[in-house]
Nanobody
Framework: QAQLAESGGGSVQSGGSLRLSCAAS????????MAWFRQAPGKEREGVAY???????TYADSVKGRFTISRDNALKTLNLQMNSLKPEDTAVYYC?????????????????WGQGTQVTVSS
């Protein structure tokens, strides 16, 4: 069965860094659009970044210049390097995949989701 599994979450002080990873298995192929979303308590899930099948990336304004999304199609993994972390980055981070070909940060586009990994940033 197709599945995604995130790892790498944890606690860090403001200004620190974390690297999240997502392992894909089953029927999720290199032709899928891949993205990271996050959800903080009391807020709706929001798009963080996505990467296309040819490596084009797009970031939410709130993380632009601080986060970097990448993919390794051979290893079927998705990564998110997070630098200069802020307390407002605290959330559960989710890996997502879409089979339609086109990419966006619209939540409804993605049919496959990981279980989420907690990121906590303290002042």
């Amino acid at each position: 069965q197709a599945q995604l599994a995130e790892s790498g979450g944890g606690s860090v002080q403001s200004g620190g860094s974390l690297r999240l990873s997502c392992a894909a298995s089953g029927s999720i192929y290199s032709s899928y659009c891949m993205a990271w979303f996050r959800q903080a308590p009391g807020k709706e899930r929001e798009g963080v970044a996505y990467i296309t099948t040819v490596g084009t990336t797009t970031y939410a304004d709130s993380v632009k210049g601080r986060f970097t999304i990448s993919r390794d199609n051979a290893l079927k993994t998705l990564n998110l390097q997070m630098n200069s972390l802020k307390p407002e980055d605290t959330a559960v981070y989710y890996c997502a995949a879409a089979s339609g070909g086109l990419c966006s940060l619209r939540e409804t586009l993605f049919g496959y989701w990981g279980q989420g990994t907690q990121v906590t940033v303290s002042s």
